[in-house]
Antibody
């Protein structure tokens, strides 16, 4: 059974850096095709994709947030870490991680696929 | 970015009736060499994370009831719930993975 769980601070101050951890089980991020992605959802609003890391440690970022985001993995601990710098109140949201499996063939892999399962999410409030 | 526009924003349907949600993409998400549409549908119930319902525009995930179906190609897609049940009350999102992932704005489904 694949499970993911997000953890991190519930409250952070403006201008600070947010560090979130996704701890997963039921798969290995060293296996070909495996990826973990991060998303966020402001209260009452739609989902936003943030970043992705694959089994080769290749990383992909939302163009609008690329300069503020870093995603990394610790395969031995089955964890993926996301950092978001220079926080602002508009970054207040529930942050989710989810698994993705790349679709690959002899000619290569597509960069993206659909996502599932998802963790339960963690609410982060940015306020002084 | 590929912009996904969902309609309507919300709809109220009687139990047992059909619910139809539309998703229009600003560009094609059909990858011609594979003839696959890189579009998925998710269900998000209150206080819960999204759940993947349909991938490749029309492929139901394992365990998803067959009252849920997806259709469409290119830029226009539809999620249909053929006979609405009380447990289907949720917000539904489309998502494209043809390029950098983006989501539609969501459609809230309620019981009339």
């Amino acid at each position: 059974q694949v499970t993911l769980r997000e953890s991190g601070p519930a409250l952070v101050k403006p201008t600070e850096t947010l560090t979130l951890t996704c701890t997963f089980s039921g798969f290995s991020l060293s296996s070909s095709g495996m990826c973990v992605s991060w998303f966020r959802q402001p209260p009452g609003k739609a989902l936003e994709w943030l970043a992705l890391i694959d089994w080769n440690a290749d990383t992909y970022y939302s163009p609008s947030l690329k300069t503020r985001l870093t995603i990394s993995k610790d395969t031995s601990r089955d964890q993926v870490v996301l950092t978001l710098t220079n926080l602002d109140p508009v970054d207040t949201a529930t942050y989710y991680c989810a698994r993705m499996t790349k679709l690959c063939s002899a000619s290569g892999c597509f960069s993206y696929n659909c996502f599932g399962p998802w963790g339960q999410g963690t609410l982060v409030t940015v306020s002084s | 970015d590929v912009v996904l526009t969902q309609s309507p924003d919300s709809l109220a349907v009687s139990l047992g009736e059909r619910a139809t949600i539309n998703c229009k993409s600003s560009q094609t998400v059909l990858y011609r060499s594979t003839n696959k549409n890189f579009l998925a549908w998710y269900q998000q119930k209150p206080g819960q994370p999204p759940k993947l319902l349909i991938s490749w525009a029309s492929t139901r995930e394992s365990g998803v009831p067959d009252r849920f179906s997806g259709s469409g190609s290119g830029t226009d897609f539809t999620l249909t719930i053929s006979s609405l049940q009380a447990e289907d009350v949720a917000v539904y999102y489309c998502q494209q993975y043809y390029t950098t992932p983006t989501f539609g704005g969501g459609t809230k489904v309620e019981i009339k």
